[in-house]
């Protein structure tokens, strides 16, 4: 299973995902006002929207907190926030996308910069790392949505590139700008999915032993504590030894 779904999977077993459950709601809310802020409040006309409400949903977020989100949209008391992204390296020279949504470009490049330093890490300049990365739509299924080949026929008749099946699940993957209509289309084969977001997906990885990985994890921890970080991204490989290690 790639990179960035291992990674998934590590953060689960060490209990971040109920330990970090009030940040993740609130970064999803935050993608949601932005969402709503920037095109028409009803997710059915927005489909940036529409991804972050059917993201929100995936992740158990609360309707009234979703609602809560989309109303704060139109107000006009709502933050502006501006989208940044950092791109620097980690241990072994494995490189990071680091993507922020703040209402401070100067106190988040400050964390941003101070955080590879203090662990590690080198942040570098925009499109240092970013070529080793196709942007991408990802839609997750559980391995109960069916087996490989049906999966398979179905991602191909909703119009996906690729699909990477395991015994952990599925992982659909399409072209950035087609990620509603193929989630859409999905929906209706598969019923609704695991996960529904935009990716970075590494064209390139750089394999990592056990040292080098307790690193990474401990850069990325750092850097999605921070309130204005959304998603971290890595191309890191590792043997599943290192991985069982972990």
């Not at 060490?14 to 935050?30: E, T, Y």
């Not at 977020?61 to 979703?66: C, F, G, H, L, R």
């Not at 193929?182 to 990885?205: C, H, M, Q, R, Y």
């Amino acid at each position: 299973m790639a990179g960035h779904s291992k990674w998934a999977n590590i953060q689960h077993r060490k209990g971040r995902q109920d330990a970090a459950r009030s940040k993740l709601f609130s970064k999803l809310a935050k993608e949601i006002t932005v969402a709503a802020k920037m095109g028409d409040p009803d997710p059915e006309k927005n489909p940036r929207l529409r991804l972050a409400v059917k993201e929100a949903k995936s992740q158990s977020v609360p309707k009234d907190v979703i609602e809560r989100a989309i109303k704060k949209s139109m107000g006009g008391d709502a933050e502006s926030y501006d989208e940044i992204r950092y791109e620097g390296y980690g241990p072994n020279g494995v490189a990071v996308i680091v993507e922020t949504m703040t209402d401070n470009k100067n106190r988040t490049a400050s964390t941003v910069r101070s955080t590879f330093s203090k662990n590690g890490g080198n942040l570098g300049e925009t499109g240092s790392v970013g070529f080793m990365f196709e942007r991408k739509g990802e839609v997750i299924y559980p391995a109960s949505a069916g087996d490989a080949d049906d999966i398979m026929m179905a991602a191909i008749e909703a119009g996906a590139e690729d699909v990477e099946s395991s015994e952990e699940g599925h992982i659909i993957y399409c072209a950035d700008t087609d990620l509603n209509e193929v989630s859409g289309a999905l929906e209706t084969d598969l019923g609704e999915s695991e996960s529904t977001k935009l990716i970075w997906k590494p064209t390139t990885t750089t394999e990592l032993g056990l040292e080098d990985m307790q690193k990474l994890m401990k850069l990325v921890d750092a850097l999605e504590d921070d309130d204005d970080v959304q998603r971290v991204t890595t191309n890191f490989e590792a043997t599943d030894e290192v991985m069982a290690q972990l």
